[in-house]
């Protein structure tokens, strides 16, 4: 049995599908990468008084995708993780990160069930007020047999391999299972999350359930146009965008830093080789711990998603953005569009831009004010 260390633990919950986040890709004018003081006019954004039309591009086709009740089987997800509902994580989970539209933006398909927790909210370790995440997340990536084999030669050993398929427990009383499978031409990746709760919630009696919905899950991709698709894209590169947390800092209460600078032996896993194909980008930026809170923490959270914008448009259509809540930003281009959201745990920026999609997420828990603070963020990331 491997033992989870921290580092990989935090960016596993945030890439769930697997959460791993992001890969090279070009700087553009929304890109976190560049450093600016925010700008003084940003602390009272008006909303937009006259709703411009947006364009918010083409939803990917979802020709020959198997819906995901078919994906997940509802009796083989309750063995793995008890207690577990199908949720549309982009549609009606509050808090989300941009990232985790790239693999459907690509052409893919992402399924989850869980337990009305985000991922992206779970502080580890937890006390009995935090809220813990359980559930199980499937990602399908089509025509992806190179990506799968790149990111077998590239790990640095079989343990640490984002296809390596086992059950682990962590030092916060969870445990995770993950792995891939190659489903025709598909790169088929489940990951989940189990608190230790009961005297089953141990790695040795997951694994079976696991491997038992890998295989169903695999077998139903293999049987449909996923398993046989292909499309044009570039060569394999898993490797993480490099961030700097240079704009967040100037609005945060405690220091940030992008983990992947600090090093570790997490591989690139299907996010990546999905972001590649989009010239997409993305950043996880994380309070070190210290004291009392010996553990890092997720403290914001940007993402820029090129063909992403239908995201945005559906969380409006179902209310989980709210329109009203439209606001100016100093250095939105002409014909885009932002909207801020917050919940108990975090403030997001959605911005639209001519069908793309850049998000910026901060979380109270490393900011004072999050509610201005991921708008000067946002400001100061789109004026320079």
């Known amino acids: 049995?491997?033992?989870?260390?921290?580092?990989?633990?935090?960016?596993?919950?945030?890439?769930?599908?697997?959460?791993?986040?992001?890969?090279?890709?070009?700087?553009?004018?929304?890109?976190?990468?560049?450093?600016?003081?925010?700008?003084?006019?940003?602390?009272?954004?008006?909303?937009?008084?006259?709703?411009?039309?947006?364009?918010?591009?083409?939803?990917p086709s979802r020709d020959g995708v198997p819906a995901c009740d078919a994906l997940l089987p509802a009796d083989l997800v309750e063995a793995l993780v008890p207690g577990v509902q199908p949720v549309d994580t982009l549609v009606d989970t509050p808090d989300i990160a941009g990232a985790w539209a790239?693999?459907?933006?690509?052409?893919?398909?992402?399924?989850?069930?869980?337990?009305?927790?985000?991922?992206?909210?779970?502080?580890l370790p937890t006390t009995k007020d935090d809220p813990v995440y359980q559930g199980v997340r499937l990602t399908v990536l089509?025509?992806?047999?190179?990506?799968?084999?790149?990111?077998?030669?590239?790990a640095t050993s079989p343990e640490v391999a984002a296809t390596t398929v086992r059950c682990d427990a962590s030092d916060s009383a969870r445990v995770y299972c993950?792995?891939?499978?190659?489903?025709?031409?598909?790169?088929?990746?489940?990951?989940?999350?189990?608190?230790?709760?009961?005297?089953?919630?141990?790695?040795?009696?997951?694994?079976?359930?696991?491997?038992?919905?890998?295989?169903?899950t695999a077998a139903a991709v293999?049987?449909?146009?996923l398993g046989s698709a292909t499309s044009e894209h570039g060569s394999p590169d898993g490797s993480y965008t490099t961030c700097d947390a240079a704009n967040v800092n100037a609005v945060a209460s405690k220091d940030l830093a992008d983990p992947h600078t600090r090093g570790g032996d997490a591989s690139a896993g299907l996010q990546q080789y999905a972001m590649n194909r989009l010239g997409a980008s993305s950043c996880v930026f994380e309070a070190q711990g210290t004291g009392e809170q010996p553990y890092a923490i997720t403290g914001a959270v940007y993402s820029e998603v090129p063909g992403g914008g239908w995201v945005v448009e559906r969380r409006l259509d179902a209310g989980t953005i709210d329109r009203a809540e439209r606001v100016e930003l100093d250095g939105l281009?002409?014909?885009?569009?932002?909207?801020?959201?917050?919940?108990?745990?975090?403030?997001?920026?959605?911005?639209?831009?001519?069908?793309?999609?850049?998000?910026?997420v901060l979380y109270e828990r490393v900011a004072d004010a999050p509610s201005d603070g991921v708008v000067r963020w946002a400001e100061a990331s789109l004026t320079n």
């Open 1 to 59: 049995m491997h033992t989870f260390t921290r580092g990989i633990v935090s960016v596993a919950l945030l890439s769930a599908a697997a959460v791993t986040m992001a890969g090279c890709a070009p700087t553009t004018s929304a890109d976190p990468t560049v450093s600016a003081m925010p700008s003084e006019s940003s602390a009272a954004p008006s909303a937009t008084a006259s709703a411009a039309p947006v364009d918010f591009g083409a939803a």
């Open 102 to 123: 790239f693999v459907a933006t690509a052409g893919g398909t992402d399924c989850e069930s869980a337990n009305g927790v985000s991922a992206i909210d779970e502080v």
């Open 142 to 154: 089509p025509d992806a047999d190179a990506d799968y084999i790149d990111a077998q030669t590239s």
């Open 178 to 216: 993950g792995g891939a499978v190659r489903a025709g031409t598909a790169w088929v990746d489940i990951r989940s999350v189990r608190a230790q709760d009961t005297a089953g919630a141990t790695p040795e009696a997951s694994e079976p359930a696991f491997t038992a919905l890998l295989a169903a």
């Open 222 to 225: 293999e049987g449909s146009a």
């Open 333 to 360: 281009p002409a014909g885009a569009a932002a909207w801020r959201s917050c919940t108990d745990l975090a403030c997001s920026i959605d911005v639209v831009d001519d069908g793309d999609w850049t998000h910026f």
